[in-house]
């Protein structure tokens, strides 16, 4: 069981949008729609922001969106705020009752 | 508000047993499944396992020869025993719900523990 491969750092300007990837195999991100993606700001805990692939949380912005293609997953933040700013980490259900994290992606608002 | 609240030892001597409470108020522990998940400094997330109230647990194959995850329902509470500990198991320690769909909607704020002696 490996950590999900996400990139180390990412970063856009206030009102564009980003992308960050998640990529797994075919034995977690692959095989099940299972992934959330957690926004953490620092020295605080992790803020789900979506689930099961797709879904949001109430109160959690739309701007904030989830989808997958193959063996990753993907978030994507439109209209990127400068409270966007943090840090993203992926999990996926990874078979056998266990689940595996990314290494987790630093956003940074330019 | 469903609100959980680690507690327990901050230091811990290498070849001991780490182990930390998580209290849960504002939910009841016995419809969910709890979860412990650590982050070592300035590193990501990693999951460490979860229980149920009845006793059903799963672990992450990496530690599940030193880890133990137990519900008391009595207290409301779900505690982590990781024994042989090292520094390699110094993180900050978090509990987590998972509301379903292995994701976790409530956290708590998180407890910093150091292998050292």
């Known amino acids: 069981q490996s950590a999900l491969t996400q990139p180390a750092s990412v970063s856009g300007s206030p009102g564009q949008s980003i992308t960050i990837s998640c990529t797994g195999t075919s034995s977690d991100v692959g095989s099940y729609d299972l992934v959330s993606w957690y926004q953490q700001h620092p020295g605080k805990a992790p803020k789900l922001m979506i689930y099961?692939?797709?879904e949001r949380p109430s109160g959690v912005s739309n701007r904030f969106s989830g989808s997958k293609s193959g063996n990753t997953a993907s978030l994507t933040i439109s209209g990127l705020q400068a409270e966007d700013e943090a840090d993203y980490h992926c999990c996926s259900y990874a078979g056998g009752t266990t689940l595996v994290f990314g290494g987790g992606t630093k956003l940074t608002v330019l | 508000q469903v609100q959980l609240q680690e507690s327990g030892p901050g230091l811990v001597k290498p070849s001991e047993t780490l182990s930390l409470t998580c209290t849960v108020s504002?939910?009841?522990?016995?419809?969910?499944?709890w979860s412990w998940v650590r982050q070592p400094p300035g590193k990501g997330l990693e999951w460490i396992g979860y229980s149920y109230y009845s006793g059903s647990s799963n672990y992450n194959p990496s530690l599940k020869s030193r880890v133990t995850i137990s519900v008391d329902t009595s207290k409301n509470q779900f505690s982590l025993k990781l024994s042989s500990a090292t520094a390699a198991d110094t993180a900050v320690y978090y509990c987590?719900?998972?509301?379903?769909?292995?994701?976790?909607?409530?956290w708590g704020q998180g407890t910093l523990v150091t292998v050292s002696s």
């Open positions: 504002g939910a009841s522990i016995d419809l969910y499944y």
């Open positions: 099961e692939g797709t």
């Open positions: 987590a719900r998972d509301f379903g769909g292995y994701s976790f909607d409530y």
